[in-house]
């Protein structure tokens, strides 16, 4: 329990590093801005068109009787917008973090350079067509681990009783742990760490994670909240990532004297 509440403190934590630091707060709204554009017109398009994609897909129905037909479609068209829910909920930290990658990484070295004692940060030394690489696949292997998970919780969400109670928690749970391993990989990638033995050192720390990324995860079921609190969810990933390796940390400055802008983010 203890590792619970320590995990939603490192949320709240870079929360508050973001107000301090409100000059750099701008910037990290950009990268959530153009994500949540691309995936509501994503999702706006599969409402308009997800009845005639469905009964092309489905022309074995053709000749079915009324109301077989209708209802039959209907529930294919639902099914497949909230799938698409789902995966939205699961991607867009990826999303927002490819198409942000060179922001991010300033920002999380900011951060790292704020709460340690000697006012330093890991740098990976890899040039940034590389690290983008690096982050595409990865991103790419976890969008493929939470899209199966996505599809065994949904089946067994038609389980009486326990597809409406049990079901639903396991997935907020896991949908934590997928959005905190995307959002800590920005520092832990930098220090070299590879995408198994970030899984594995997440893993160690489950419930951690947990505080971290299920409350975070929830918040990003109310529209556009995601895209706000992104820059401070960033920040608090970098804190907690120090604290899984065993890294020591101040408290940081109370003012940001260094400004990541679009000079900085290209250094």
């Known amino acids: 329990m203890h590792d619970l509440g320590a995990g939603f403190g490192y949320l709240l934590k870079g929360q508050r590093w973001m107000a301090r630091h409100g000059r750099h707060y701008g910037f990290g709204l950009i990268p959530g801005l153009i994500t949540l554009v691309l995936y509501v017109a994503a999702l706006v398009a599969l409402a308009l068109w997800g009845q005639d994609f469905v009964g092309w897909s489905t022309p074995f129905a053709d000749d079915w009787s ?4 209708g209802l039959f479609r209907g529930f294919l068209t639902a099914v497949l917008f909230v799938l698409a829910l789902l995966l939205s909920v699961l991607t867009f930290t990826a999303a927002t973090l490819l198409i942000g990658q060179p922001f991010y990484e300033t920002l999380s070295e900011k951060v790292d350079r704020d709460v340690s004692p000697d006012g330093t940060a890991p740098e990976s030394g890899l040039p940034l067509w590389r690290e983008l690489w690096i982050s595409a696949r990865d991103s790419l292997r976890i969008l493929v681990r939470a899209v199966l998970w996505g599809v065994l919780l949904f089946a067994l969400g ?10 639903p928690v396991i997935g907020f ?9 995307e959002l800590t990989a920005v520092a832990l990638q930098r220090r070299g760490i590879d995408l198994r033995a970030r899984l594995a050192l997440l893993r160690s720390r489950k419930t951690l994670i947990w505080g971290f990324g299920t409350p975070l995860g929830l918040s990003f079921l109310v529209p556009f909240v995601a895209v706000f ?3 401070g969810a960033v920040a608090g990933a970098t804190m907690m990532a120090r604290e899984l390796l ?7 400055d109370q003012e940001g004297d260094a400004e990541v802008g679009p000079a900085s983010v290209g250094e």
């Open 158 to 167: 038609f389980v009486p009783f326990i597809g409406q109670t049990v079901i």
């Open 173 to 181: 749970f896991v949908t934590g742990f997928f959005l905190t391993e």
């Open 229 to 231: 609190l992104m820059p």
């Open 66 to 69: 009324s109301p077989w037909q």
């Open 246 to 252: 065993g890294e020591e940390t101040g408290e940081g």
